[in-house]
């Protein structure tokens, strides 16, 4: 609080005149202080975070397919477990601690993220953001086309016989 700040204070009625009374001000807090959650200092970017979220879904998938073959498989340890090594390998002393909590909060921040991308672009008719099959589909179309040009004919020891 600011002390040549004027404040607007109700007198007590058990206070004599010319007596004195105590009055507390609130100290104005950050918003994200008060509902609990400190600041994020740490920046990851989009990739990583996205990279984050493919690596969360490839391990549940395993552990899936692992626990349907082996029936002694801990399905549900091995789930909650997969950011273990992961935090390992971050500083200890970061502003933000990278804990197993905050390595869930950021993949479930960049999953909504990506489904909002994905919506919103849906809702407009642009088709500019792509799921990771369409990726690996479009590299198996780029690689039909460099295939269909050697198809064609345009092959120069083709060109040279005729």
């Given at each position: ?136 589909s479009d590299r198996e179309d780029a690689g039909d086309e ?15 016989a005729a």
């Open positions: 609080h600011n002390k040549s700040q004027r404040l607007r204070v109700k007198v007590p009625k058990d206070c004599l005149p010319g007596g004195t009374f105590k009055v507390s001000v609130p100290v104005k807090h950050d918003p994200a202080e008060v509902d609990g959650e400190e600041k994020d200092h740490n920046t990851f970017s989009r990739e990583f975070q996205e990279l984050l979220d493919d690596y969360a879904r490839a391990h549940d998938e395993w552990c899936s397919l692992q626990s349907s073959v082996d029936k002694t498989f801990s399905l549900f340890k091995e789930k909650q477990a997969k950011y273990d090594p992961l935090v390992a390998l971050f500083p200890t002393n970061l502003l933000t601690p990278v804990t197993v909590e905050y390595m869930k909060k950021v993949v479930r921040r960049a999953r909504q993220n990506r489904h909002k991308r994905k919506k919103n672009a849906s809702m407009k008719g642009d088709g500019s953001t792509k799921d990771d099959d369409d990726d690996e460099t295939n269909n040009n050697n198809k064609d004919g345009d092959d120069e020891s083709t060109s040279e």
